[in-house]
């Protein structure tokens, strides 16, 4: 507890304090250490993976999007894709909402 009043002692005498800074330096490092690794790799793990199922699209999937349509993947180019979500209705989606992949025959199912 005293070694706790002996810094603050010390700055109002005017006596320098040695290794302060360091400790502050190493604190906000082991900040962003933990930051990193609780955040923002996990954020990137799951970008790659979307990334990674979009570029493996292709007609005929069954696919879920951000708005919750389900829908059968008829076309696709660069940046959208077009769904079938009924008869004689399809829709244009970017391919950036595209939530999942799902299993072969589940639109059936439901």
Same mark, same amino acid.
């Given at each position: 507890m005293l070694d706790l009043l002996i810094p603050a002692a010390q700055a109002q005498t005017g006596v320098p304090q040695s290794g302060g800074e360091m400790i502050q330096?190493?604190?906000i490092v082991v900040l962003f250490?933990? @930051?990193? @690794?609780?955040?923002?790799?996990? /954020? #990137?793990?799951?970008?790659? +993976?979307? +990334?990674?199922?979009?570029?493996?699209? /292709?007609?005929? +999937?069954?696919?879920?999007?951000?708005a919750g349509?389900?829908?059968?993947? #008829?076309? /696709? +180019?660069?940046?959208y894709v077009v769904l079938k979500v009924a008869d004689n209705v399809e829709l244009k989606f970017q391919k950036a909402s595209i939530l999942a992949v799902l299993p072969k025959g589940t639109i059936k199912a439901i």
């Amino acid at each position: 507890m005293l070694d706790l009043l002996i810094p603050a002692a010390q700055a109002q005498t005017g006596v320098p304090q040695s290794g302060g800074e360091m400790i502050q330096l190493g604190m906000i490092v082991v900040l962003f250490v933990v @930051f990193y @690794f609780l955040i923002i790799r996990p /954020q #990137r793990k799951r970008q790659k +993976d979307q +990334d990674n199922m979009i570029s493996a699209l /292709q007609v005929g +999937d069954e696919v879920s999007t951000n708005a919750g349509i389900l829908g059968k993947v #008829r076309k /696709q +180019d660069e940046n959208y894709v077009v769904l079938k979500v009924a008869d004689n209705v399809e829709l244009k989606f970017q391919k950036a909402s595209i939530l999942a992949v799902l299993p072969k025959g589940t639109i059936k199912a439901i």
